[in-house]
């Protein structure tokens, strides 16, 4: 053992002066990284943190929060310059300081870094640009879905390849009629959620989010045609539909009594595999969220601040967190949605999600964030709901919302994010 060691002490000290150094050229610094407190993204970082700091010398500190303190927190860091958070981890809700980050194209061209990521992934929206320079990079992805008992639409003889929500609907009057006098609904979802109720009319609309000027604004025909097909999928969900949590929701259809339901696919996807917890195992898919819309989509990505000391070790931990085979493991072992094709096309996950993986690939091809700052977001989901549970008219519905929207700025680099998506109104 004794003359091991000295072998290796030998060989440490014929090494060309500086080539430790060389190894870890940032050993020493500090980077200060963020993540939302979710039990899935912070955990896969604190897995990750021994060997980083190991392969690089660089000491890393996780900060996880809960989602509107993380928000809060890099706005009011990045507003104010503090520069107390190296890496950011956020999505278009802190849109409000995309101007703040640091460009990311050069790091990427120099060290020809990349992957198989999904091409709609990769895009102004999902990832994070502001005035043309890439910002951020994606590390999850999930797109919001719809998915279905195999088993009920085999015996009723129905399709399940729609394009529409006009053809979805069709297909629900006809398990409407398949189902009579049993306990099924033909559909479920979770309406007592309201910052849910969202993502279906973003399916619904195909208008403008905002205005030619730059504030926020809907195209108002379009807006009510989707408020009332929205509105009209309560006649096909459980009685109480108005009050169902996502929890709740996620139980009517895992004990078997929805035919359908649109959902977050990932806040299903293990329980409904799961014999202990589902009665629908090897008896549900995943099938297209319709059109004429877009599938309501979560990206995190990570950025780095503009005020950061360290950019350059910030760096290095952006790339050692996200890889291709770290997206795979977060999505095996914490539900995790990757962005990288090459999760969707392993051999071994395709066998046991081919029923859920092909159409998860297209909604997340077609899924676009939106240019809400979140106090939009909460102005159109509290109208919303009220409009839900009837306690208004479409048109005050509206009316509410876009008096609300009328006191909010429409930060630039969502201006930009809405121009890029074809979501803001031609001039």
Same mark, same amino acid.
């Given at each position: 053992?004794?003359?091991?060691?000295?072998?290796?002490?030998?060989?440490?000290?014929?090494?060309?002066?500086?080539?430790?150094?060389?190894?870890?050229?940032?050993?020493?610094?500090?980077?200060?990284?963020?993540?939302?407190?979710?039990?899935?993204?912070?955990?896969?970082?604190?897995?990750? &943190?021994?060997?980083?700091?190991?392969?690089?010398?660089?000491?890393?500190?996780?900060?996880?929060?809960?989602?509107?303190?993380?928000?809060?927190?890099?706005?009011?860091?990045?507003?104010?310059?503090?520069?107390?958070? !190296?890496?950011?981890?956020?999505?278009?809700?802190?849109?409000?300081?995309?101007?703040?980050?640091?460009?990311?194209?050069?790091?990427?061209?120099?060290?020809?870094?990349?992957?198989?990521?999904?091409?709609?992934?990769?895009?102004?929206?999902?990832?994070?640009?502001? !005035?043309?320079?890439?910002?951020?990079?994606?590390?999850?992805?999930?797109?919001?879905?719809? *998915?279905?008992?195999?088993?009920?639409?085999?015996?009723?003889?129905?399709?399940?390849?729609?394009?529409?929500?006009?053809?979805?609907?069709?297909?629900?009057?006809?398990?409407?009629?398949?189902?009579?006098?049993?306990?099924?609904?033909?559909?479920?979802?979770?309406?007592?959620?309201?910052?849910?109720?969202?993502?279906?009319?973003?399916?619904?609309?195909?208008?403008?989010?905002?205005?030619?000027?730059?504030?926020?604004?809907?195209?108002?025909?379009?807006?009510? =045609?989707?408020?009332?097909?929205?509105?009209?999928?309560?006649?096909?969900?459980?009685?109480?539909?108005?009050?169902?949590?996502?929890?709740?929701?996620?139980?009517?259809?895992?004990?078997?009594?929805?035919?359908?339901?649109?959902?977050?696919?990932?806040?299903?996807?293990?329980?409904?595999?799961?014999?202990?917890?589902?009665?629908?195992?090897?008896?549900?898919?995943?099938?297209?969220?319709?059109?004429?819309?877009?599938?309501?989509?979560?990206?995190?990505?990570?950025?780095?601040?503009?005020?950061? &000391?360290?950019?350059?070790?910030?760096?290095?931990?952006?790339?050692?967190?996200?890889?291709?085979?770290?997206?795979?493991?977060?999505?095996?072992?914490?539900?995790?949605?990757?962005?990288?094709?090459?999760?969707?096309?392993?051999?071994?996950?395709?066998?046991?999600?081919?029923?859920?993986?092909?159409?998860?690939?297209?909604?997340?091809?077609?899924?676009?964030?939106?240019?809400? *700052?979140?106090?939009?977001?909460?102005?159109?989901?509290?109208?919303?709901?009220?409009?839900?549970?009837?306690?208004?008219?479409?048109?005050?519905?509206?009316?509410?919302?876009?008096? !609300?929207?009328?006191?909010?700025?429409?930060? &630039?680099?969502?201006?930009?994010?809405?121009? =890029?998506?074809?979501?803001?109104?031609?001039?």
């Amino acid at each position: 053992m004794k003359k091991a060691l000295l072998l290796v002490l030998i060989a440490t000290l014929l090494l060309p002066a500086g080539a430790l150094a060389q190894d870890q050229p940032h050993a020493g610094a500090e980077v200060v990284t963020t993540f939302m407190q979710s039990g899935t993204y912070d955990i896969g970082a604190e897995q990750l &943190e021994p060997g980083f700091e190991e392969l690089t010398g660089i000491e890393l500190e996780i900060v996880a929060s809960p989602f509107v303190v993380l928000v809060q927190n890099h706005i009011t860091d990045l507003s104010t310059g503090t520069g107390e958070f !190296d890496v950011i981890s956020g999505d278009f809700w802190i849109g409000s300081v995309w101007n703040q980050m640091h460009p990311l194209d050069e790091l990427i061209e120099r060290d020809m870094w990349g992957g198989s990521f999904i091409e709609g992934l990769m895009q102004p929206g999902p990832s994070g640009f502001f !005035d043309g320079k890439r910002i951020g990079i994606p590390y999850s992805a999930d797109a919001y879905g719809l *998915i279905y008992r195999t088993d009920i639409f085999e015996e009723a003889g129905i399709s399940a390849d729609w394009e529409t929500w006009d053809e979805f609907i069709a297909a629900l009057d006809k398990l409407e009629a398949h189902l009579e006098g049993s306990d099924i609904a033909p559909n479920v979802f979770a309406f007592g959620a309201s910052e849910q109720t969202p993502a279906i009319f973003l399916g619904m609309y195909d208008g403008y989010l905002v205005d030619a000027e730059g504030n926020y604004a809907l195209d108002h025909d379009k807006a009510v =045609a989707a408020l009332n097909q929205m509105k009209s999928l309560l006649d096909y969900n459980p009685e109480g539909a108005t009050g169902l949590s996502i929890d709740e929701a996620n139980s009517v259809f895992l004990t078997g009594k929805a035919a359908t339901m649109i959902c977050w696919v990932s806040f299903v996807r293990a329980a409904a595999q799961d014999p202990d917890s589902s009665l629908v195992v090897d008896n549900w898919a995943t099938a297209r969220f319709p059109g004429p819309g877009f599938p309501f989509l979560s990206a995190w990505n990570l950025f780095i601040s503009g005020f950061s &000391e360290n950019p350059e070790a910030a760096w290095e931990w952006i790339k050692y967190y996200i890889t291709e085979e770290e997206a795979k493991r977060r999505f095996v072992e914490l539900g995790v949605g990757s962005p990288f094709l090459s999760t969707y096309e392993d051999a071994e996950l395709i066998e046991k999600y081919s029923h859920d993986f092909p159409s998860m690939v297209e909604n997340l091809n077609r899924a676009e964030s939106v240019p809400w *700052i979140f106090a939009a977001f909460e102005i159109f989901f509290r109208h919303m709901s009220e409009f839900v549970i009837g306690a208004v008219d479409v048109e005050t519905m509206l009316e509410n919302t876009l008096a !609300d929207w009328s006191e909010l700025e429409v930060p &630039e680099g969502l201006v930009q994010s809405a121009a =890029a998506q074809g979501q803001m109104q031609e001039g």
